[in-house]
């Protein structure tokens, strides 16, 4: 790194103070630009691709320029940084999301239009980054877009997987899964960082050293990796900030390259280049279940290790002392994933850095949070002390350290408690002993948050209570948010436009608690119109994408009833295409001519990926499918009831489904969804909701209040004692005769696929109904009674849907990232100044 002559430096000041024009000429000249210098096309040859690829790198150009002056701005200032720790971010497509950001759409559709192109059909042109697997992933993207927006000093770090989640495909009604190469026709967004490289260790072995009287410990990897930052900008809304998303690739080492190839045998010495570009290929496809594997604890480590060494570096720019580390950086980790930055930070702090073990806890616990998104036990992290000692043998050392301390104090505080003691434990005892990483974050962290009031509550009182009594000033909530950027006006603007002029302006999208203000609308007869037409609309789009991807013909005047979400057992998919044959098997039954007086015409559909590996939810796809072919093709029923299962849910298909929805369903065992944050997106975007007190669903409750709602089912409370009850019972009883029948259809073959249908119901027949579908469905069956009534009244419904809208400012992101800002990180903003619209217009 020379420096450059500071008279040469003058002169680059010079050249680069000006930033690029945002004039309709200028737009289209830097476009055309990036298609003859970047693509190397000529302007008599080049596709829509390639029209999508030009118009990015223009934007990117834009949001470089922003992003550079950020963090120089940052640093100048010398601000505190948050680190957002995630192995997982689902960002969505960047294009649309990049102008509406920048303020720039309506620019850029002018000049593309001038140029002869659609700017709608250039966004459908990029592929969807998907690096993550649900809620949690895409909980990080919202939060990113809120500190960008807010002004936080701000850096994401994730991994840069060659293979993000699987792309679903539906062939003969069951699930197959095609990798999804997702940089296959290269990414305009990110920034290669050719000289941001951390080496990375693995395996090997420890030493003591004794020098001045002082154990000094030395691990020495036997695998040597490297780690390079791929950078994403991620612009703010309405403010010149822009922040970073760092992504790191693995990439073999040359150091390492050495010693193989110099035992001269070559092809394993490239072999083991190969492997080490691996670790950050895949994704792992699992959504809340803990796998186990080996290379998922490197994919773990790599990220934290390097991630550590880059805020390390930045922090000794500074040359500030270590005990002064808290006050710079906070970091925050997304669930356990990469709970391992703690150990790093101290192994660093200790084994390099020289400082003493409590000096160096002060600086770890006073920087660290944890928040936990699951209370289910198959989520929960426990890494095999096989595993994790033969893959970090100083990080396991490192963490019985950490436990000997904390069960000292522990010990001292409940003598002779030995129930305490193992539950507390980091380490779990048993022939198969492992590390609790939930107990490991917590040590660690000064906080620890759950992600909505009922979830927080319920650690407290369940999960870590013990930890609870301990400290109870260490455990917050902090409720789940969405980004109303993204959700709102980029997914629907048709709604963004009249929510403009309901308010008289687009204030709300900073600030969407002062829809609550506008309330009055709801019983307006022009406005409710107007809101119709606008859902309707969504509804058409909506439509056109079933029939081109699904075949299949929907009503578009039907409720369209949508459940989309990860397929999970406990979030009650089959409670839902159950009471769908339910629902076929009454309509069936009813006399031809009473049937359109007794049912609303529904669309129902589904949408979700299985874990390749879990049969159940397989199943479960299966199952609707089977149905779906049946009543879609059954002439008695006709448009009065349609099944759908909409393939590959992800964010750019949620962008169109969530805005078209009219009923949406977030059904999951009362405490067992820890929050939810589709709901909150579907509230939004005027969407009822049919679902149980759970998760945000309650709190989303007391915004709309309950008569805006659709909810039924047992409460946590309950939940425990109607699994005692229903355990000294026979399913036939316990079921009732509406559920029982429906399950003899399934039996008796009405839909086919006996034999996968038969084990699926097997999970809820045989006394085994843990998710208690039995016990909640005919609750479920009269709250769905109820969405029929109020449908047959329009305005009713209408009404209902936009107080809904109006009511949902809590559940912007915005609110909640401010909260861990305030009580959790102790961040102030810093908003860099906005270079003059003069200069941009010139
Ligand atoms: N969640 Br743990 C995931 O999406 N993946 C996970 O591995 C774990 C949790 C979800 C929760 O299920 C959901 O309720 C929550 O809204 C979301 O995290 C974000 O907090």
Redo the contacts with the bound molecule.
Sequence with gaps: NTPVASQSTSKIWKLMEKYLPNSKEAIQSSVVNHVEYTLAKTRFDFTLLHCYQAVSHSVRDRLIEAFNDTYQYFNNKDVKYVYYLSL?YLIGRCLQNALVNLELEGQYKEAMLDMGYNLESVYEQEVDPAL????????AACFLDSMATLNYPAWGYGLRYSYGIFRQQIKDGYQVEVPDYWLDRGNPWEIERLDVNYQIKFYGSITKKVEDGKERTIWEGSEIIVARAYDNPIPGYNTFNTINLRLWRSLPSSEFDFKSFNQGDYFKALESRQRAEFITSVLYP????YAGKELRLKQQYLLVSATIQDAIRRFKKKRKEWKEWPKYNALQLN?T?PALAIVELMRILTDIEGLEYEEAWEVVYNSFAY????I?PE?LEKWGVELLGNLLPRHLEIIYNINHIFLEKISRKYPNDWRKLSTLSLVEEGTHKTIRMANLSIVGSHAVNG??AL?SQLLTTNLFKDFYELRPAKFQNKT?GVTPRRWIRCANPGLSALLNDVVGSDDWILDMDILKNFQKIADDPAIQNRWMQVKRQNKEKLYWWVKERCGVDLNIDSLFDIQVK?IHEYKRQLMNILYVIRRYLDIKKTPAEERRKLFVPRSIMFGGKAAPGYITAKRIIRLVNAVSQKVNNDQEVGDLLKVVFLPNYNVSNAQVIIPASELSQHISTAGL?????SNMKFVMNGCLIIGTMD??NVEIAEEVGEENMFIFGARVEQVEELRNKMRNSNYRDYFGPRLTEVCDAISSDLFGYKYDLDALLDTIRNKNDYYILGADFESYCEAQQRVDNLYRNKSEWTKKSILNSLRSGKFSSDRTIRQYAEEIWDLEPCEIPNPSKSEKER
């Design positions: 997982e993550g697997n649900g809620g949690l992933g895409r909980l699992n959504d809340s279940t669930d994933h928040t936990n998104h699951t289910l989520a992600v909505a979830h789940n990860r969804e820890a929050s939810g944050t998760g945000a």
